[in-house]
């Protein structure tokens, strides 16, 4: 989990602590269709970044996104949003970085194959440049979804580093 810190103290502000709360829904078994999972990083008295992650239906990358644009809490977060290479689909800007990870194959759960859509919303930046945020918001996003995927009892590669 060190990359993560080191992820962590390259786009989050500069505080003499953090508190991480994290919430999860899990899953009874791979014929469950419910998960979600939520982690909230403050510091200062404010809310730095969300990770949030749910289970759903697998769809194609245009009405993915768009849904997932539609998760943020700031708008402006997603403006930019740029394609990187992880999971079925992944996308990116200096404030929020989304992936959809295969989870549950067709015939396992009621209504064919189920992904995980995982984001990482920075709420409060740092001093790096934008390049060195988007970049620190992949790594951090590709580690959340490892472990949220593992933690979801999925049955599919997550395909998150290739």
Known sequence: MSSAVKA????????????????????????DTNYEYSCFVSGGGKQLLVVEARLMEDEPAKSWTQWVKGTAANAASTKS???????DKAVASSMFAAIFV??????????????????????????????????????????????????????????IDE
């Open 8 to 31: 962590l103290t390259k786009v989050l502000p500069e505080e003499s602590s953090y508190s991480f709360d994290e919430n999860a829904h899990l899953r009874v078994d791979v014929t």
């Open 81 to 87: 949003l740029t394609p990187f290479t992880a999971g």
């Open 102 to 159: 295969p989870c549950t194959s067709a015939g396992k759960a009621p209504g064919g194959q189920y992904n995980l859509s995982v984001s990482t919303e920075l709420k409060q930046a740092g001093n790096s440049s934008d390049t060195a945020v988007r970049d620190e918001l992949i790594k951090l996003t590709k580690t959340a979804s490892s472990y949220i995927h593992a933690k979801a009892k999925c049955d599919m590669t997550p395909k």
